[in-house]
């Protein structure tokens, strides 16, 4: 074989290389685009489980905290029922009072 020949065929073959290494970065590449959607789907599944974990607990609490607060205003109106109540017949009679007064 000549020089040039030689040549020829290293050439030929650190082609055929530099070929069959870009065929591997795309394969590469493409494998790792593959992994990382499936890995950020993972992830965005799991953050929307977290998120309805959340909701759920969060309406529990509003609703515990709610119940107390409907509570505790019945027990001040039912409070301020029983002082209107026993001070119903003094109010009566001071406003009769003022009125016949004047």
Do not use: C, G, P, W
């Amino acid at each position: 074989m000549s020089i040039l020949e030689l040549i020829q065929a290293a050439e030929q073959k650190a082609e055929a290389k530099r070929l069959a290494a870009n065929e591997q970065v795309k394969n590469d590449l493409e494998t790792t685009r593959i992994k990382s959607e499936e890995e950020a789907k993972t992830m965005h599944s799991q953050a929307l489980a977290s998120l309805k974990k959340l909701e759920a607990k969060f309406e529990q609490e509003i609703a515990t905290k709610t119940k107390a607060i409907d509570q505790e205003a019945l027990v001040q109106d039912d409070a301020m029922i029983k002082k209107a109540k026993k001070q119903f017949k003094a109010a009566t009679d001071y406003v009769l009072k003022r009125v016949i007064i004047k």
